[in-house]
């Protein structure tokens, strides 16, 4: 697989899209697998309730944890087509969305190589990518501080699909889920040609969603010493 064939040309640097990375028997063990976790492994949060899997990312050093097989197949998929690079992903969050869940624009921060590779199960969505306050050009947009007002694109996010998001579009824009049931598509869609059968006017219905945000913590402690928090 060539990744620079996926690459969106639509969107900044840089991005990635692959439709169908993974099959629907892929999907389905991996569903499983993440639905047969026990229970003290969910963490719910106000819209959402996830999953931590290869150790908790701490500036100090993530006392890393093997990850589970079913991860392995994932991880070596990933490695094949070098998605991070040269980096072997080490981290895991499994992310559920129920019908109307999201998340607010975000960034995802320095202890993570500036490269998130996400693997969706279930439903589509959008992920919606932010200006900075302090990188808007729009005079009349710096005076409104509203995220609506900073949205620039989108990207479909199919079932099944791989989204890299490298480099640049890391590290110098927010990304997020709207919190909305349903997503009419538009041409703030930059991948549309990625993506056989869907069209403009087109109006998907969200359900459940499950994402795998994979990424490498550069930073790894060796030994489980005590982190202590300040």
């Not at 050009?137 to 005076?143: C, H, P, R, S």
């Not at 480099?167 to 824009?173: C, D």
């Not at 869609?189 to 087109?202: S, Y």
């Not at 795998?212 to 010493?225: D, E, F, G, M, Q």
Request: hydrophobic share 35%; net charge neutral; charged share 25%.
């Amino acid at each position: 697989m060539e990744l620079e064939n996926y690459r969106v040309e639509k969107a900044p640097p840089t991005i990635y899209y692959i439709p169908e990375f993974i099959t629907k028997e892929q999907e389905e063990t991996l569903l499983k697998q993440i639905y047969a976790a026990p229970k003290p492994k969910w963490t719910q949060l106000s819209h959402r309730r996830l999953q931590n899997w290869g150790g908790l990312p701490h500036p100090k050093g993530m006392i890393a944890e093997p990850l589970p097989q079913w991860l392995q197949v994932c991880v070596k998929q990933l490695t094949a087509i070098k998605a991070i690079d040269d980096k072997i992903p080490n981290h895991v969050l499994v992310n559920e969305y129920e019908t109307g869940q999201g998340i607010m624009p975000h960034e995802d921060g320095p202890l993570f190589y500036p490269t998130v590779a996400t693997i969706s199960l279930g439903s589509h969505t959008f992920l919606d990518f932010y200006h900075h306050l302090n990188n808007v050009e729009n005079n009349e947009a710096q005076l409104d501080h509203s995220f609506e007002s900073r949205h620039f694109l989108s990207i479909l996010l199919e079932p099944r699909s791989l989204i890299l998001v490298k480099e640049s579009m890391y590290e110098n824009y927010l990304h997020g889920i709207a919190e909305q049931k349903e997503d009419k598509i538009t041409d703030i869609i930059a991948n549309l040609d990625h993506c056989p059968g869907v069209k403009l006017g087109d109006v998907l219905q969200r359900t459940t969603r499950v994402s795998l945000t994979i990424r490498h913590v550069p930073k790894v402690l060796k030994s489980k010493i005590f982190l202590k928090c300040k």
